[in-house]
Antibody, heavy 117, light 106 residues
Framework: QVQLKETGPDLVQLTQTLSITCTVS????????VHWVRQPPGKGLEWMGA???????DYNSAFKSRLSISRDTSKSQVFLKMNSLQTDDTAKYFC???????????WGQGVMVTVSS | DIQMTQSPASLSASLGETVTIECRAS??????LAWYQQKPGNSPQLLIY???SLADGVPSRFSGSGSGTQYSLKINSLQSEDVASYFC????????FGSGTKLEIK
């Protein structure tokens, strides 16, 4: 069955770099697009970016050049890397599979990341 | 960027009631809209896509409607398991989410 699972640190120091891995199963990264979405505690959802099935990427301009998304298709993994972390980057980070035009039919359970000063 | 204005921010209703949640887009999104349900501590789950298509396994008491810039999610015969936050998401131009509606039972 389709599954996505995020793994990453619980705590990141201010100004440091966040790295999260999304490991997928039940589908191929060369067939489906995978996106990253985050949610600060008690708040709404924010789209961060996408890894397209063809290998390209797209990013929310709000993250400017801080964000990088990549993948290893042989390991069925998609990677998020974001630098210069600030306290307002404290959030739960989700990866999600795109179905159809650009909505999400499967989500990972998310990883809660706290940025500490 | 397309802004999504969702209302109300919170909603309290009785079991069996019908509730409606609305989303307004800052420009025409041509029905490229999804609705998600998120229960506390869980990931969002897809309810509706393309404004009015029911996702697999979603009860028929959920329905979506709208066009242009105005969209709504209706829940008929409210059940206790519907307690959750609900988010709209446009995907006509990149992706943006509404701010969410927290639904509670009165």
């Amino acid at each position: 069955q389709v599954q996505l699972k995020e793994t990453g640190p619980d705590l990141v120091q201010l100004t440091q770099t966040l790295s999260i891995t999304c490991t997928v199963s039940g589908f191929s990264l060369t067939t489906y697009n995978v996106h990253w979405v985050r949610q600060p505690p008690g708040k709404g959802l924010e789209w961060m970016g996408a890894m397209w099935n063809g290998g390209g990427t797209d990013y929310n301009s709000a993250f400017k050049s801080r964000l990088s998304i990549s993948r290893d298709t042989s390991k069925s993994q998609v990677f998020l890397k974001m630098n210069s972390l600030q306290t307002d980057d404290t959030a739960k980070y989700f990866c999600a599979r795109q179905e159809g035009y650009n909505y999400f039919d499967y989500w990972g359970q998310g990883v809660m990341v706290t940025v500490s000063s | 960027d397309i802004q999504m204005t969702q209302s109300p921010a919170s909603l309290s209703a009785s079991l069996g009631e019908t509730v409606t949640i609305e989303c307004r887009a800052s420009e025409d999104i041509y029905s490229n809209l999804a609705w998600y349900q998120q229960k506390p501590g869980n990931s969002p789950q897809l309810l509706i896509y393309d404004a009015n298509s029911l996702a697999d396994g979603v009860p028929s008491r959920f329905s979506g409607s709208g066009s242009g810039t105005q969209y709504s999610l209706k829940i008929n015969s409210l059940q206790s398991e519907d307690v959750a936050s609900y988010f709209c998401q446009q995907y006509n131009n990149y992706l943006t989410f509404g701010s969410g509606t927290k639904l509670e039972i009165k």
